[in-house]
């Protein structure tokens, strides 16, 4: 199935879009984070016209570490019209609007299918608020896939990142990385790799196959494959250009979002554990540079702490920034994932 994604994303390659098009401007996820980008994504954009049934449309498509735009700001462009889609790093931006974590807390999502749950429940809620402050419709969610350890340092459970820097990507894996002794330390991705291998860092956190692409099992020991979120990132598309579409096209578009948001969970799924796999020199790996980490299983004391992260750490923790920028932000959360939770 991954060599078939890849194989049929080539040869669409070759199909060429109207001279006429009309361009939209897009702005994609970083090269360095791996396949989805490569095999998924960016096919997707180069053949727009052929996977939306939008005859007269092209995207000229860029991943944000080409443009030297930080993907921190990403809604403030989308708001703006720099760009008219934009392929969002969720927990990056979400400073700008906290209630984005909501579709990913700490402990929320432990596998693929509670995370369709949840997306399905949240994202409208994720929508309004995008749409009211950012001129911003979302189109869709999808995950990188479980969010795992990787260290330098021997450990043997989440007992050990006491005393540790670990590398973290967005608030609210930062207050659980507190909660156990550790000190979180954000990073941004592309500088990752360096910062494990000079010290910066001792740890840190991302998708298997994230890391692999980019070479974090070169400076580190150990991995956990415990999930404490599974990096939801989602497709924007500035209001005004939505907008101006025809009601038909609106709904060729749509259509063409949930397919291929569709196709990257379940292609995410693939990866995760053939990236596991890889980094730990176990067969088969189809789609990775093959390492030697020593795989380090969750102990019950760790799968039940990241298990009550939700209603101990995570959830407490966002209400407050969340309902301080988005008042009701943390009752409409409960009134969706919260219910359907038992919470």
Known sequence: MIRQIATGAAALAVLSMPAAAQTLRVMG??????????????????????????DGFA???????VTGIKDTEQLRILKGGLFDIVSLRLSQVSRDEPTILGLDLVGLNP???????TVAAFAPVVDAQLQARFNTKLLGVWPFGPQV?????????????????VRVYDQNLAEFVSLVGGTPVPIGFPEVQQSLARGVVDCAITG????NSAGWPEVSSY????????????????????????????DRMQA???ALTDRIWNYSEELFDDAVNCNTG????????????????????????????????????????????????????MGTVGTARGM
């Open 29 to 54: 996820q970083p090269v360095a984070t791996g396949l989805i980008q490569k095999n998924v994504e960016q096919p997707f954009f180069e053949n727009f016209a052929v996977q939306t049934g939008l």
């Open 59 to 65: 995207a000229d498509y860029q991943p944000v570490d």
């Open 111 to 117: 596998d693929y299918a509670t995370g369709r749950e």
């Open 149 to 165: 350890l990787f260290c330098e340092p021997e450990i043997t459970s989440l007992a050990d990142l006491k005393g540790l820097k």
């Open 208 to 211: 298997p196959s994230s890391a």
């Open 223 to 250: 991995t956990m494959p415990i999930a404490f979120q599974l990096a939801m990132n989602g497709y924007g598309i500035n209001l005004d250009t939505w907008n101006g579409l025809t009601p038909d096209q609106q």
């Open 256 to 258: 063409g979002f949930d």
């Open 282 to 333: 176990a067969e088969p790996c189809e789609t990775g540079t093959l390492y030697d980490l020593t795989l380090v299983a969750p102990t019950e004391a760790d799968k039940a702490l990241v298990g009550t992260a939700v209603a101990n750490v995570s959830f407490p923790a966002w209400k407050e920034v969340c309902d301080a920028t988005n008042p009701g932000c943390s009752d409409a959360w």
